[in-house]
């Protein structure tokens, strides 16, 4: 049984067509230009943007750290500044709020498939957003 | 010119001689400068892409006035219209018009949709009309459906049995209860239209490895038919990096489908049920 994800089938058929056409000069034909994206969609990809914020600021934050810089001075210095302040608080929350509501939502939709209707995904994504970035704008504001 | 109106009205005079009739008036019929001077009729702008690959020219898009009032209800009717009056040239595919074929899946208005049952939108703004997205074009609206076809080949869409002659003439047929049947309700009406595989940006990014919705749907079909002997097979060939896991249940197929299905649902399913095979 194949238990690896790592596991790569024979691919070799897609491939070959992918090869033949992208020799003939066809065009591709327009997608993210185009296409109408669904709030799902923009919630989907929000959770992909997050995610990477996260990794990057923590590998920023963490290789400060490493090199001696006072990271938590320097975070709470540029917290503490008048304008700027509320809005890197919020670059901060944000990924971390939204990011862990996501994937609670994934982990719902794993263990109970009978929720991925076009209607409750739909306003679970509202829901999502709206709820993040209040709660998020909150934190940003606030001194603890 | 608008100065003659206020004398009339404050000196009460029917002084129809004393009116000058200017150009602006109403009754003349022309146009004020900031309306478009149109043809009469009610017009809609169809803006469609094309290529062709006899010429050396990149994709372009063509603008087409069509009068609704001489025209039928749907996209497709609008396209026939095009096709047989203003531009012959114009290509796509079509065959049953009654959304069963599956022939006529384009994207409308930033949506695949089957044309033949896409309502053309009312009022004023212009429709776009372009081909099933990030698909290879063969001319206009048409893109190459081979590597989808071949993809629904390899998830051996048909009953398997462990021993053939189980279900032959002196053993009898396949029997389901009704119970059973009621589970491939939602998943055998596809008609394969690729709407929803070409509307997933995980298929756009991975197409030559990643099945797609349309594909995993009918996996599910088969691997949900009680009558099918091979589920462990079935289930055992989705579960590699490529085939099933580049679904990151972005629910573009399940919004998209012209035919109400859920592929989303079923390819959640699916890793469900292998995620209990572990």
Redesign the interface.
Known sequence: MKTCLYNFSNYSEGEAWKERNEKSGRPTSPHVTTYAFPVTAISSITNRATGIALTGGITGISLLALVGADVTSFMQCIGNMSVIGPLAKFSVSFPLIYHYAASMRHFAWDKYPEMLENEKVEQSSYALLGGSAALSAVFAVISI | MYSVSRLSSSSGLKASSMMLKTSASKTVGYMSTSEKSKPIGNIKYFKI?R?D?EKKQ??YVATYPVNLDECGPMVLDALIKIKNEQDPTLTFRRSCREGICGSCAM?I???NNLACLCYISKGAADI?V?????????KDLV??M??FY??YK?IKPWLQLKDPSSHDLEHGEHLQSKDDRKKLDGMYECILCACCTT?C?SY?WA???YLGPAVLMQAYRWIEDSRDELTKERL?DL?????L?RC?????C??TCPKGL?P??AI??I??RI?Q??
Do not use: C, R
């Open positions: 892409y290529w690959p990149k994709p994207n208005d930033g949506g776009k372009n081909p099933l997205p990030h698909m290879y074009i063969l893109p190459d081979t590597n071949a993809q390899s509307s940006p756009w197409g030559e490895k055992e579960d590699d990096a490529f085939k896991y990151h249940t972005i629910m573009n399940t919004k859920n989303g649902k959640a399913h890793k469900k995620a095979t572990h």
